[in-house]
């Protein structure tokens, strides 16, 4: 899988909105960008995930540059829940099987004051 | 949503002993599960991969007679540290995916297991 890369802390305001950047430049075209991230001392969660397209759900936004050399998860209005560590993870099409699992990187771990 | 549960959360064993960890799929069949393992401030790492019905496949670097891995249905596996020691002493978490009703694109992770080995 190719690589990502994300600064290793921010910070935000509650209520305000965050952006988190991911840069992988070596992305292939068949890679999907996951967003997934863990709250203290639970496992991982998923958040949102695309390929070329923006994407919208009900907890973020992902916002993909059009050369698909980056892209940033956007929280619209940060929580004192959304303190977490964000991980940007690309994954082939191909998911199944023992191809299945994630590799994960350091992360971008997020501070949200009151 | 799916949920994969993990059980026990936090586990506190006496070095020498086995510990057993269960991660269960409850509203999906999953051949496969993946174990991970994260130490403090770090990222979550690898160990091996849970295969229904036959052997799992360990990471580089993972002792597979140390942690044994049963995976005898399709939405059980677990996980055994055997003769545990305080360098075992971790956060271990379970994932799967739903590959049966087309919702293979996202995984689901379990709560995670915090084993102390005093």
């Known amino acids: 899988d190719a690589k990502t890369t994300q600064p290793n802390s921010m910070e935000s305001n509650e209520e305000e909105p965050v952006h988190l950047p991911c840069n992988h430049s070596?992305?292939?075209?068949?890679?999907?960008i996951h967003w997934y991230r863990q709250l203290p001392s639970q496992g991982p969660e998923y958040v949102i995930h695309g390929l070329t397209s923006n994407v919208n759900n009900r907890m973020a936004s992902l916002a993909i540059a059009e050369d698909r050399k980056s892209s940033t998860l956007i929280l619209h209005r940060a929580t004192l829940r959304d303190a977490a560590v964000y991980y940007c993870?690309?994954?082939?099409?191909?998911?199944?099987?023992?191809?299945?699992?994630?590799?994960f990187g350091k992360g971008t771990k997020l501070s949200v004051k009151p | 949503g799916a949920v994969v549960s993990q059980h026990p959360s936090r586990v506190i064993c006496k070095s020498g002993t086995s510990v057993k960890i269960e991660c269960r799929s409850l509203d999906f069949q999953a051949t496969t599960m993946f174990w991970y393992r994260q130490f403090p401030k770090q990222s979550l790492m690898l160990m091996a991969t849970s295969n229904e019905g036959s052997k799992a496949t360990y990471e580089q670097g993972v002792e597979k007679d140390k942690f044994l891995i049963n995976h005898a249905s399709l939405t059980l596996s677990t996980l055994t540290v055997t003769s545990a020691h305080p360098e075992d002493s971790s956060f271990y978490i379970c994932?799967?995916?739903?590959?049966?009703?087309?919702?293979?694109?996202?995984?689901?992770f379990g709560q995670g297991t915090r084993l102390t080995v005093v």
């Open positions: 993870i690309l994954r082939d099409v191909w998911y199944g099987g023992s191809q299945g699992n994630l590799i």
């Open positions: 070596t992305i292939s075209g068949t890679d999907y």
């Open positions: 994932s799967a995916r739903d590959e049966y009703t087309g919702k293979g694109t996202e995984a689901f």
